[in-house]
């Protein structure tokens, strides 16, 4: 494996061979390893010092079941803090087949061109392809898969990471060639957009599957872990079944599904959004109920989502997206929702910050809540950069900040997610600590506390949340470090053969013998990794708290506020720090 | 003395003694230790757990010389740090003849009144004045004069105060009734506007000055510090005759004067908006070339702006705002630059942010350097609170988000000032390290490194900086807690007898019996409660950094960057936190 360095300032390209501190990581440990090393902590994320990793998991391009997640690394744009960011579609799988660990991405260009790197098994060739200025990233791909082949897989930013927004995110094709799947949260499109590099052509001609250590270890620990996986309630029927969406029900019904800017934790048109009607609505309209995101997907969680003319509009648009502009926005129209979803693919911009901003701006009488059209005619002014697109496409803070409103969900810069961490106490832990800003993703604190998987608290009290998000954050940042799936944990957390499962296949992939802590060692190190980083970039105990109305203001219908105390919020990362702090 | 605690949630007032923590402070040592003591640090700038203070300094009221300083805390919207920001005008004098000690204006209105609190020697009374809502400072005033007499005196806020931008200004009116004192920096404005207050007039009618400790004593040492003023070259003579501005050709000649966004420290235009040129500009238009901002003041550094027709347009814009939109938007011409002076004043905009942020924006591609009616046309617009408006009075540092340029002159989000930190190094170090975020006035090390005032440093090497800036900020702290003009330093900095007449005011009007180490302890306790607070809402050694591109970017003429080390900046506060911590 190789590290494929791109310098934009002079245009020169690098393949070296993985340095020793870089040596055995992948994914996010990877990314999170080279930005701490690399970045200096206070550099401007728009400026030429701030670099853009782009790295496959461990197990990325085996036969692992779920294991094709592209980490995408840098210093946030939007937080200020690291970031890391991870997205299906068939990239990663292609850049492990090339022998590539990371693409290291750095400088600025002097030119104002159109970089598209180009990527086979003869090396990497960066050229000029100005066609593509502007462009959003359907016309962006289609362009590009005409000019070098249906074959290849395509990394691009749409016209937000062009113009270094700090909601823009980083396009991966799925199976379909499509760019629906996206490193979405904490800007690194913009950072993408400041290299002056539109899009990353890979082309897995003549490239072969990276092989194991030991082939037939691998394979009996890989049929061991896809078993579970079909084993599992929530991985083998209801993600394929609703997808991500069919939380809308079950959060609502737990009173914490954020409504009309984080008001209230309960929306009346919860029933027209949820993931029953969009599969209903789906399969009316001879859409795809089922879908791989990636080849090698046992899951398929994923969708394809037509209009009312049976035409494809955009992929099912996930729980998050479906939340931050229905509930949140006071929208109930999958309809408008699914617009938006391709709107906001095609510009290139985070679907949660978008709804989460849209929310903001309705707060602040921009529009009114449930105001579709506003809410279409908003994210279409992202696109076009107008003073109100480029401050919408900047974040719900920086909106807040514009508009002058500061009941503004955001931790870090970043806005929460589709849970009030009033009444799930355990995510607000998450989004509080996250080193990404709040991100549920960081440790999916849902899990014990609705869906009693890996654990059985109750969301209202603050009694034991720490320690769940805690364990939640190491194991996350493990699966994102080997390029596995999130929802795999569903399967992982209550079961110790599926746990074992990916620690054989690491074992027998890469040749190592590792304990079941050394497992979590991979995620433990990496979370120890990216706070050091964050301290050093100026973040403090102060940062790590969220904000001032989810302590003031109830949250019907449960009328709770966020009651985790500071001093428990202040201890999550210090048996972390103790035991994995870099010697 | 009293304070006077207005709650703008219920609407009512309360005059209260002085609890013995705030006993003995005056104008910025109180308002910080109010802020320090009463506020949350981590609480939303914005939301109703801020808190407004205005305070008259401990001399004013008094015959000392320029000691008419009205002092505006809070925590500050732009920086999120703790704020003081400072004014002339007689607002301070008339509190002080009231026997106000500070206004502390908290919690915030259920309704959408546009209030106004009216302060007589019969007590204090809130009312909702409708017709003012919208309404610049000049119109505010006029009406307000109008209701309630000329002998007034006027705090109030314009659009950008109503609207909540990061960069809105307090405005005080000046002998001629007029707005032009500000409380500039870091949007305490905004904090007003939150408050839903919109003016506060108040009636000296039937008050009298505050009676002394010691008559003859504060007489004699009065006497003695305003002859120590009319005998310093500064005070008595290039002040009164050129004004602040008689900095440009200096500044610009030391090659720090910050040209177009801070790409260059010499402008080819500047004597065309040099003092002597504004001089000449206003005598030949029967202007005021000599004015005070506030009865007894023995400096008369402010002028009055007349137009080509001989009418008054503004006052003489100060060094600080005619580099920011002169200079450092390419634009060599005053009366475009007075034009936008009484706009900025009447929208009550920070002139130093605002010259900033056009900069960035024109950086950005919003506007040529240099093109006037672009600058004009974006000023009305924040008045107009369009989008892009809105984003202007925000600041420099969400205007290069929003527009993704990382060339931003800022320091903990607020903008340098009119010194390039590159070619004036103590500057920078006051820059990096204030608590209030880039401010010249915090620690003006201009004095020693440039006019040999205080000390003798080179400008361009680091040797000494730090020492000088830690001085200067005790020295600055004292004088802006006594309510005097930061100008009476110049005479100070090289008098042991000016500042024992300091000394002595300060005993014989409040008899206390301090010593001169006692005096300039009562900044530097002021510093490290600031400090305090701002470490408590997350700042570390990290934001007391300047912008990456000071670091970077070397600044011509002198092609130097800025040298002073991380290490030296850190040990700053040192000595003034183990000599004045509390207890």
């Known amino acids: 494996m190789k590290l494929l360095r791109i310098n934009m300032t002079d245009g020169s390209i690098q393949s070296q061979d993985i340095p020793a501190e870089y040596r055995g990581l992948g994914g996010r440990a990877l990314t999170s390893a080279i930005v701490a090393a690399e970045v200096p902590p206070c550099c401007a994320p728009l400026g030429p010092n701030n670099k853009l990793i782009l790295a496959p998991g461990l197990l990325t391009g085996t036969t692992a079941a779920c294991s094709g997640r592209l980490s995408a690394g840098g210093k946030s744009p939007l937080t200020g803090t690291i970031k890391e960011s991870n997205a299906g579609g068939t990239a990663a799988q292609h850049l492990a087949r090339l022998g590539i660990a990371a693409i290291i991405v750095q400088g600025a260009p002097t030119d104002d061109a159109t970089h598209v790197l180009h990527i086979t098994t003869d090396g990497a060739k960066l050229t000029s392809q100005a066609r593509l200025k502007g462009k959003g990233n359907y016309a962006t791909v289609a362009s590009l898969f005409k000019k070098f082949g249906e074959k290849c897989s395509i990394i691009s930013i749409g016209q937000a990471g062009e113009m270094k927004l700090a909601t823009a995110t980083i396009a991966v094709t799925d199976p379909e060639n499509r760019p629906t799947r996206h490193c979405g949260r904490g800007g690194l499109g913009a950072v993408m957009g400041t290299k002056g590099l539109k899009a990353i052509v890979i082309d897995p001609a003549g490239s072969k599957r990276p092989e194991s250590a030991d082939p037939e270890a691998f394979k009996a620990a890989a049929r061991v872990f896809a078993d579970e996986l079909r084993k599992n309630e929530v991985t083998s029927n209801t993600l394929p079944m609703y997808g991500t969406n069919a939380l809308i029900n079950v959060i609502n019904q737990a009173g914490a599904l954020p409504t009309r800017n984080f008001t209230s934790g309960y929306f009346e048109g919860a029933e027209k959004i949820s993931g029953e009607t969009q599969r209903e609505t789906i399969l009316a309209r001879d859409g795809l109920a089922k879908h791989a995101c990636h080849p090698g997907c046992v899951i398929q969680c994923s969708r394809v989502y037509h209009t009312k003319k049976k035409e494809y509009l955009t992929k099912g648009p996930e729980y998050e997206t479906i939340w931050a502009h229905g509930a949140n926005c006071g929208i109930d129209n999958l309809d408008v929702i699914a617009e938006i ?112 998987i890996g654990g059985d608290l109750d969301p209202l009290k603050p009694d034991g949340q720490v320690e769940a998000s805690r364990d939640l954050q190491v194991a996350t940042a493990m699966l994102d470090s080997a390029g596995l799936c999130l929802f795999v944990a569903f399967a992982v957390l209550d079961s110790p053969a599926a746990f074992g499962a990916i620690k054989d296949m690491l074992n027998a992939h890469l040749g190592w013998n590792l304990s079941d802590d050394d497992v979590l060692a991979i995620g433990g190190k990496a979370l120890v990794t990216e706070r050091a980083f964050n301290k050093a970039a100026g973040f403090t105990a102060a940062d790590d708290r969220l904000p001032e109305f989810c302590y003031t203001e109830p949250l019907p219908p449960h009328d709770t506020v966020f009651m985790v105390t500071d001093q428990d919020l202040d201890q999550l990362f210090v048996p972390l720090e103790e035991k994995y702090a870099a010697k």
């Open 341 to 452: 979803d391709h709107l906001e693919d095609d510009i290139g911009v985070d679907t949660i910050e978008t709804g989460a901003t849209l929310a903001v701006a309705m707060s602040a009488g921009l529009a009114e809540f449930g105001d579709a059209k506003a809410a279409i005619r908003m994210v279409k002014e992202i696109g076009k950069g107008t003073p109100l697109g480029r401050t919408l496409g900047c974040g719900a803070a920086v909106t807040g900040k514009v508009f002058g409103i500061s009941h503004v969900p955001t931790v870090k810069g970043q806005s929460m997610p589709a849970y009030d961490p009033r009444a799930l106490q355990g995510m607000g832990v998450t989004y509080a600590t996250s080193t990404m800003g709040a991100d549920h993703t960081a440790g999916y604190s849902v899990a014990p506390n609705i869906l009693k």
